[in-house]
């Protein structure tokens, strides 16, 4: 229990410790020579001209969320598939019959979408 608990703490001390120092560092090597010209937008040299507000089409939001949906299904369809023989050995096909049921809640909220006619761009 001691040496979990200790692997989990250096983890996390490690997740924490190792990022702030790549800021670190990077703050300190990188040049900071500040020009008003630098501190225009995109940093083209030129003003920039419009309004900053832009409106997109929720579609795009739509199909982001689908993407978003259908690439979790993946994280999650990996390591079961890296596992199952055995997980099988261990529990039985309650793991086969529990992915499917998964996959097949996803299907229905595809189906849903595309009967709603989300999909469809116009």
Do not use: C
Request: charged share 15%; proline share 5%; net charge neutral.
């Amino acid at each position: 229990m001691d040496t979990n608990l200790i692997s989990i703490s250096i983890f996390i001390a490690l997740g924490i410790f190792l990022p702030l120092a790549a800021l670190a560092i990077g703050r300190w090597l990188r040049p900071h020579l500040p020009t008003p010209q630098k501190r225009i937008t995109y940093e083209s040299g030129s003003d920039p001209t419009g309004e900053s507000w832009v409106q997109f089409h929720i579609r795009y939001y739509l199909f982001a969320l689908l993407f978003v949906i259908f690439d979790v299904e993946s994280l999650f369809l990996y390591p079961w598939a890296v596992v199952y023989d055995s997980l099988r050995q261990e529990i039985g096909l309650f793991v086969l019959w529990e992915m499917l049921l998964f996959v097949i809640l996803l299907f229905l909220g595809l189906a849903y979408a595309w009967r709603k006619k989300v999909l469809e761009w116009k």
